[in-house]
């Protein structure tokens, strides 16, 4: 029992470290690009800190994780006038690595205005914007437009034409040829495909949170029928709201979404301690959390907007992003606690399987640890996710290594539960009072 409490004690205290902070969350930068005769106009929308910091912003989803985190938050706290005049000595950099090509001809880029917002509240990440330029060579009918993988994710949005061209480019990618009077609208297809992986990085790795409350409804029961029910219900009721919201019928403030997430979370997880099999209201109130994470997805596809030419294929492909990025959770888990099940329905122990567990976990955590301290950067958002598996694997370890029945909803369940309600309720105050 001294093993466990042990065991637990620093399972919270991983799961703790891998609350998503919100603060300084790195988002895409929006590019608006317009034909002015022989010019290009364009027109972006970014957080010049980020830039200004050397951040690898491919690396890590929120600034707080990145080794240059101190510098962000010295630029962070700058007046507007100071970082336009920062950012305005920076950029004969920052045009170096930013490529527009027409042809074979990488054209020259000129800045033409900075406009940094105010300090504001500097918990939340400010979004600036600045225009720069670029003369096209006689003849031009197309221009390619990308960055260096550094900058992070680039969406570019072409103005003014028939079927613009709507990108949304990971980084270091480079766009298709962009005609520059129109036509350039991906198909239904391509757009659908697209926005797929966009989907999957928002549970894995990006969504710690969404994470903890699936891992909430795996941990009722893994029985297939129970899963099945709560998993369709979050997933109809959450495809409802990203739709909603997507199409602007529904707005509510991140400020009201986000702590009612972490509360939903809470709640299942403070259930899974009291119940043992899935209650019949059970399916009504995850339906009810999943309206709400749905709100959520959808503050995330608002930073970046769906093409108006293909919505429908966007929001389904990101929808089913989503779902591939909640079934690998469930899959992992699974792994993770398999053998820990099998013996804990025969009522027997296994020192072997202890052992191999336990082996595992040390050589997840000799992975994370050194990484997470030495080469954050490298490392990115993995870290809460290699946590929650070790901590899986430490309390399975823990389970096999007792001969009794049902130890893995004991050993396992239970303290995971008890793990994520703490979490949760540490969220609920963090983004209500903090």
Same mark, same amino acid.
Request: proline residues 5%.
């Given at each position: 029992?001294?093993?466990?409490?042990?065991?637990?004690?620093?399972?919270?205290?991983?799961?703790?470290?891998?609350?998503?902070?919100?603060?300084?969350? $790195?988002?895409?930068?929006?590019?608006?690009?317009?034909?002015?005769?022989?010019?290009?106009?364009? &027109?972006?929308?970014?957080?010049?800190?980020?830039?200004?910091?050397?951040? &690898?912003?491919?690396?890590?989803?929120?600034?707080?994780?990145?080794?240059?985190?101190?510098?962000?938050?010295?630029?962070?706290?700058?007046?507007?006038?100071?970082?336009?005049?920062?950012?305005? &000595?920076?950029?004969?950099?920052?045009?170096?690595?930013?490529?527009?090509?027409?042809?074979?001809?990488?054209?020259?880029?000129?800045?033409?205005?900075?406009?940094?917002?105010?300090?504001?509240?500097?918990?939340?990440?400010?979004?600036?914007?600045?225009?720069?330029?670029?003369?096209?060579?006689? @003849?031009?009918?197309?221009?390619?437009?990308?960055?260096?993988?550094?900058?992070? +994710?680039?969406? $570019?949005?072409?103005?003014? $034409?028939?079927?613009?061209?709507?990108?949304?480019?990971?980084? @270091?990618?480079?766009?298709?040829?962009?005609?520059?009077?129109?036509?350039?609208?991906?198909?239904?297809?391509?757009?659908?495909?697209?926005?797929?992986?966009?989907?999957?990085?928002?549970?894995?790795?990006?969504?710690?949170?969404?994470?903890?409350? #699936?891992?909430?409804?795996?941990?009722?029961?893994?029985?297939?029928?129970?899963?099945?029910?709560?998993?369709?219900?979050?997933?109809?009721?959450?495809?409802? +709201?990203?739709?909603?919201?997507?199409?602007?019928?529904?707005?509510?403030?991140?400020?009201?979404?986000?702590?009612?997430?972490?509360?939903?979370?809470?709640?299942?997880?403070?259930?899974?301690?009291?119940?043992?099999?899935?209650?019949?209201?059970?399916?009504?109130?995850?339906?009810?959390?999943?309206?709400?994470? @749905?709100?959520?997805?959808?503050?995330?596809?608002?930073?970046?907007?769906?093409?108006?030419?293909? =919505?429908?294929?966007?929001?389904?492909?990101?929808?089913?992003?989503?779902?591939?990025?909640?079934?690998?959770?469930?899959?992992?888990?699974?792994?993770?606690?398999?053998?820990?099940?099998?013996?804990?329905?025969?009522?027997?122990?296994? @020192?072997?399987?202890?052992?191999?567990?336990?082996?595992?976990?040390?050589?997840?955590?000799?992975?994370?640890?050194?990484?997470?301290?030495?080469?954050?950067?490298?490392?990115? &958002?993995?870290?809460?996710?290699?946590?929650?598996?070790?901590?899986?694997?430490?309390?399975?370890?823990?389970? #096999?290594?007792?001969?009794?029945?049902?130890?893995?909803?004991?050993?396992?369940?239970?303290?995971?539960?008890?793990?994520?309600?703490?979490?949760?309720? =540490?969220?609920?105050?963090?983004?209500?009072?903090?």
């Amino acid at each position: 029992m001294f093993l466990l409490r042990l065991l637990s004690s620093f399972a919270l205290l991983t799961l703790t470290l891998a609350s998503p902070a919100r603060a300084h969350e $790195v988002l895409p930068s929006i590019t608006d690009m317009t034909q002015d005769g022989a010019t290009l106009v364009f &027109d972006m929308r970014l957080n010049i800190e980020s830039f200004l910091a050397g951040i &690898d912003q491919d690396a890590v989803a929120d600034t707080a994780e990145s080794a240059q985190a101190a510098t962000y938050d010295e630029l962070r706290a700058l007046p507007a006038e100071e970082l336009d005049t920062r950012f305005r &000595d920076f950029w004969p950099d920052m045009a170096d690595n930013i490529t527009v090509q027409a042809g074979d001809t990488d054209l020259a880029l000129t800045l033409t205005d900075v406009q940094a917002a105010e300090v504001g509240d500097e918990s939340i990440a400010r979004q600036s914007a600045i225009q720069f330029t670029a003369a096209l060579p006689e @003849g031009a009918d197309s221009v390619r437009i990308g960055w260096i993988r550094p900058y992070g +994710t680039l969406v $570019v949005r072409q103005m003014g $034409v028939e079927d613009p061209y709507d990108g949304f480019l990971e980084a @270091g990618q480079m766009s298709d040829p962009i005609v520059l009077t129109g036509g350039n609208a991906m198909g239904a297809a391509a757009t659908f495909f697209s926005y797929v992986p966009t989907g999957f990085d928002h549970i894995v790795p990006l969504g710690v949170d969404h994470i903890l409350f #699936v891992l909430g409804l795996f941990f009722l029961s893994t029985r297939m029928r129970p899963l099945l029910w709560q998993v369709s219900a979050f997933t109809l009721a959450h495809t409802i +709201t990203l739709a909603l919201a997507a199409l602007g019928y529904v707005t509510v403030p991140a400020s009201i979404v986000e702590p009612l997430i972490a509360l939903s979370i809470a709640y299942v997880a403070v259930e899974n301690i009291f119940l043992r099999t899935l209650s019949p209201w059970r399916p009504f109130v995850i339906f009810g959390f999943g309206l709400l994470h @749905g709100l959520g997805f959808a503050s995330v596809l608002a930073q970046f907007g769906l093409p108006e030419a293909n =919505f429908v294929p966007a929001l389904i492909g990101f929808n089913i992003g989503v779902e591939i990025g909640q079934l690998c959770v469930i899959a992992v888990a699974y792994l993770c606690v398999y053998m820990a099940r099998e013996y804990s329905e025969r009522g027997e122990r296994s @020192g072997m399987a202890a052992a191999l567990y336990m082996v595992t976990a040390a050589v997840v955590l000799a992975i994370a640890i050194p990484l997470s301290i030495w080469a954050p950067d490298l490392l990115g &958002d993995l870290f809460p996710l290699l946590a929650i598996i070790a901590v899986l694997l430490g309390l399975s370890a823990v389970a #096999v290594n007792v001969g009794q029945y049902d130890t893995y909803t004991t050993m396992i369940a239970m303290p995971a539960s008890v793990l994520i309600a703490l979490v949760a309720v =540490f969220w609920v105050i963090e983004r209500v009072f903090l």
